[in-house]
């Protein structure tokens, strides 16, 4: 995302300063329209800033929530406000004020609920230092000086002060969570590899490049205001928002870190409801709100493509040479042979456990593409789990013992085992992270002024 649309907040910041924003109030939601809501412009994020409509909105002053001891004044939510339409460059207009309204104000209330779980910990203390490095990455990302990042919120009437204490509670809780759920956020070595057999199955099937923004409906007021707030960003990001900043403002999903990139999906490993709508989208192109049990979902369909990627597996193997003529009796005798030197058999012994037995070969097979091996390879190629040693398998060349050493998909985007690894811990951290604050928000005495 490039800030070069704004060229200044000015316009934006007297919009807010004059006036009250009342509780936002549930709109009725517009009927049915196709999947496809709409494309988007792929320029908009070099676009200039439309102007600031001149509509006037009213806003209160003094305390508008309190979080245990803690207050969020009409000061505060309007300074939020300001940052989440800087940032998400969502146009200030009457309808969608209300939901601007209450992305600030839940970010604000999860914002306190942090620094006041944060000021238990004496240890978790950002210092200044470790905000200005913060803020200095953010003008990288968006590509420009620190100096002129800087002048960008001052220009959209955003004050430095609580925008920094606002960074510095935001990586205060993100130690805090990893400090806290580091083993528990653990990736297995098994559930990579289950993850990693998934995609090796899935290779064949048609796979899309999507964005995802989640409106988690708890969080928002109810299930009408989630779907009529996801109709309102739908409505902004045709008309010119940059999908990424307003999934990294709005979205409540983990995805969100990532500007609400979600990666290669592949076909039936989703929501029906999603599954949906991206048969029917085209490349470029929003969905409707889609709902689903706990919220709404907007899906961006970025590419598509055929399930092009091919399987590779490693392989090693012992075996007892048997011709095609040999009788029953002497494969029975050698599958009873072979079945009893399995027991203890892996990848790091198998070679040197076939030398030490007389009339048993063994053999390191390599990586190679699942589809070039033996019909009779193939189905413990495809299934077995990695690191474990097969059942005899007959071939006309004898009976085998298989140990699946590795397995990977080839093709583009096919992510490593590290990047699969990463990813699922990020998930996990995300989850738990929300649990907690969830827990928090369930302890806390928090009283909305109307």
Same mark, same amino acid.
């Given at each position: 995302m490039?800030?070069?649309r704004f060229?200044?907040?000015?316009?934006?910041?007297?919009?807010?300063?004059?006036?009250?924003?009342?509780p936002?109030?549930?709109?009725?939601?517009?009927?049915?329209?196709?999947?496809?809501?709409?494309?988007?412009?792929?320029?908009?994020e070099?676009?200039?800033v439309?102007a600031?409509?001149?509509?006037?909105?009213?806003?209160?002053?003094?305390?508008?929530?309190?979080v245990?001891?803690?207050i969020?004044?009409?000061?505060?939510?309007?300074?939020r406000m300001?940052?989440?339409?800087?940032?998400?460059q969502?146009?200030?207009?009457?309808?969608?004020?209300?939901a601007?309204?209450?992305?600030?104000?839940?970010?604000?209330i999860?914002?306190r609920?942090?620094?006041?779980?944060?000021?238990?910990?004496e240890?978790l203390?950002?210092s200044?230092?470790e905000?200005d490095?913060?803020?200095?990455?953010?003008?990288?990302?968006?590509?420009?000086?620190?100096?002129?990042?800087? /002048?960008? *919120?001052?220009?959209?009437?955003? %004050?430095l #002060? @609580?925008y920094?204490?606002s960074? $510095?509670?935001?990586l205060g809780?993100?130690?805090?969570t990893?400090g806290r759920?580091?083993?528990r956020?653990?990736?297995?070595?098994s559930q990579?590899?289950q993850?990693?057999?998934?995609?090796?199955?899935?290779?064949?099937?048609?796979?899309?490049?999507?964005?995802e923004i989640?409106?988690?409906?708890?969080r928002?007021?109810?299930?009408q205001?989630?779907?009529n707030?996801? /109709?309102? *960003?739908?409505?902004?990001?045709? %008309?010119? #928002? @940059?999908?990424?900043?307003?999934? $990294?403002?709005?979205?409540s999903?983990?995805t969100?870190a990532?500007?609400?990139d979600a990666?290669w999906?592949?076909?039936?490993?989703v929501?029906p409801?999603?599954?949906s709508?991206m048969?029917?989208?085209?490349v470029?192109?929003?969905?409707?709100?889609?709902v689903?049990e706990?919220?709404?979902?907007i899906?961006?369909?970025?590419?598509?493509?055929?399930?092009?990627?091919?399987?590779?597996v490693?392989m090693?193997?012992?075996m007892?040479?048997?011709?095609?003529?040999?009788?029953?009796?002497q494969?029975?005798?050698?599958?009873?042979r072979?079945?009893a030197l399995?027991?203890?058999l892996?990848?790091?012994?198998i070679?040197?456990?076939?030398r030490?037995?007389?009339?048993?070969?063994?053999s390191?097979?390599?990586?190679?593409?699942?589809s070039?091996?033996?019909?009779?390879?193939?189905?413990?190629a495809r299934?077995?789990?990695?690191g474990?040693?097969?059942?005899?398998v007959?071939?006309?060349l004898g009976?085998h013992?298989?140990a699946?050493c590795d397995r990977?998909?080839?093709?583009p985007?096919?992510?490593?085992?590290q990047?699969?690894?990463?990813?699922?811990?990020?998930?996990?951290?995300?989850m738990l992270?929300r649990?907690?604050l969830?827990?928090?928000?369930?302890d806390?005495?928090?009283?909305?002024?109307?």
């Amino acid at each position: 995302m490039g800030f070069k649309r704004f060229t200044t907040g000015t316009a934006i910041a007297a919009l807010l300063t004059s006036a009250t924003l009342a509780p936002a109030v549930a709109q009725t939601a517009p009927a049915q329209t196709p999947q496809a809501a709409g494309t988007l412009n792929p320029a908009a994020e070099d676009a200039p800033v439309r102007a600031a409509p001149q509509t006037r909105f009213q806003m209160t002053e003094g305390v508008v929530a309190t979080v245990n001891d803690r207050i969020i004044t009409g000061w505060d939510l309007r300074q939020r406000m300001l940052t989440t339409i800087l940032m998400s460059q969502v146009q200030p207009t009457p309808e969608t004020l209300p939901a601007l309204q209450q992305q600030a104000l839940n970010d604000l209330i999860d914002e306190r609920l942090q620094a006041q779980e944060l000021a238990k910990f004496e240890q978790l203390k950002i210092s200044d230092e470790e905000v200005d490095r913060e803020m200095a990455q953010l003008a990288r990302e968006i590509g420009v000086s620190t100096e002129d990042y800087l /002048r960008i *919120l001052q220009e959209a009437g955003i %004050q430095l #002060a @609580p925008y920094r204490e606002s960074i $510095r509670t935001r990586l205060g809780w993100s130690d805090l969570t990893v400090g806290r759920f580091r083993d528990r956020a653990k990736v297995s070595r098994s559930q990579v590899d289950q993850a990693m057999r998934q995609i090796t199955e899935s290779a064949t099937k048609p796979q899309y490049l999507i964005g995802e923004i989640y409106l988690d409906a708890t969080r928002v007021g109810g299930m009408q205001e989630a779907v009529n707030g996801a /109709r309102q *960003l739908i409505s902004q990001m045709v %008309q010119g #928002a @940059p999908f990424q900043a307003v999934a $990294r403002q709005f979205s409540s999903a983990p995805t969100a870190a990532r500007n609400g990139d979600a990666g290669w999906v592949v076909q039936g490993t989703v929501h029906p409801a999603l599954q949906s709508a991206m048969d029917v989208l085209e490349v470029g192109q929003l969905s409707n709100p889609i709902v689903v049990e706990n919220g709404v979902y907007i899906i961006y369909m970025r590419d598509k493509r055929a399930g092009a990627a091919t399987s590779h597996v490693s392989m090693k193997q012992v075996m007892i040479e048997l011709p095609e003529t040999a009788t029953e009796a002497q494969v029975t005798a050698a599958a009873a042979r072979l079945n009893a030197l399995r027991s203890g058999l892996t990848c790091d012994n198998i070679l040197e456990r076939a030398r030490a037995e007389q009339g048993v070969l063994g053999s390191d097979l390599g990586e190679a593409e699942i589809s070039n091996l033996l019909p009779q390879f193939q189905q413990v190629a495809r299934s077995a789990t990695v690191g474990s040693v097969s059942d005899p398998v007959r071939s006309p060349l004898g009976l085998h013992l298989l140990a699946v050493c590795d397995r990977r998909v080839g093709g583009p985007e096919v992510p490593s085992r590290q990047q699969i690894e990463n990813r699922m811990q990020g998930q996990n951290f995300a989850m738990l992270g929300r649990r907690y604050l969830h827990d928090l928000r369930e302890d806390a005495l928090i009283e909305i002024k109307q």
